[in-house]
């Protein structure tokens, strides 16, 4: 059976025009993300959001405008559903309390489930880096908005 999986993912970006990443592992496969995750059912787009953030960054976020939606066909890298994304640029509410990474996948401790969260440069930020389509489709347009000339 074939049905739709809506998620919500954040795009939080600092002062210094970096935008947050999470680098997570889940039973052997790594990938790298914007934070967010699944609609859970009966929830709305912006509770939902808040809640992913709490979850995985113990933070609370304003929302602060609708930034893209998957617009073409997303098979789930984890099981047959399609894949609905959508993205919203949020703002913390006051300063993350993270281990914030350098390098990718430098996870604390050990298990199933990993994560960790990085700053990465918008210039800097790779296609190549991100793991899912429609991740990368929001990369390109992350450096469209905001990648600054020059540097």
Same mark, same amino acid.
């Given at each position: 059976?074939s ?31 914007f934070?967010?995750?699944?609609? &859970? ?17 113990n933070?609370e ?24 994304s ?5 703002? &913390? ?9 350098t ?9 199933? #489930? ?7 440069? #918008? ?28 540097k």
């Amino acid at each position: 059976m074939s049905y739709f999986n809506v998620r919500i993912y954040g795009l939080l970006i600092n002062q210094h025009n970096e935008v947050l990443v999470s680098d997570e592992q889940e039973y052997g496969f790594r990938f790298s993300k914007f934070p967010g995750g699944g609609l &859970e059912f009966g929830e709305g787009l912006i509770d939902g959001l808040k809640r992913e953030f709490v979850e995985e960054c113990n933070a609370e976020v304003d929302v602060i405008s609708h930034f893209y939606t998957t617009d073409f066909f997303e098979k789930s890298s984890f099981n047959d559903s399609q894949v609905i994304s959508v993205y919203y640029l949020v703002k &913390e509410k006051s300063p993350l309390k993270l281990a914030f990474k350098t390098k990718i996948f430098d996870f604390d401790g050990e298990g199933e #489930i990993l994560q960790s969260f990085r700053w990465v440069k #918008i210039n800097d930020l790779s296609i190549d880096s991100i793991t899912f389509k429609t991740d990368k489709t929001v990369v390109t347009l992350l450096k469209e908005k905001f990648a600054v000339n020059g540097k």
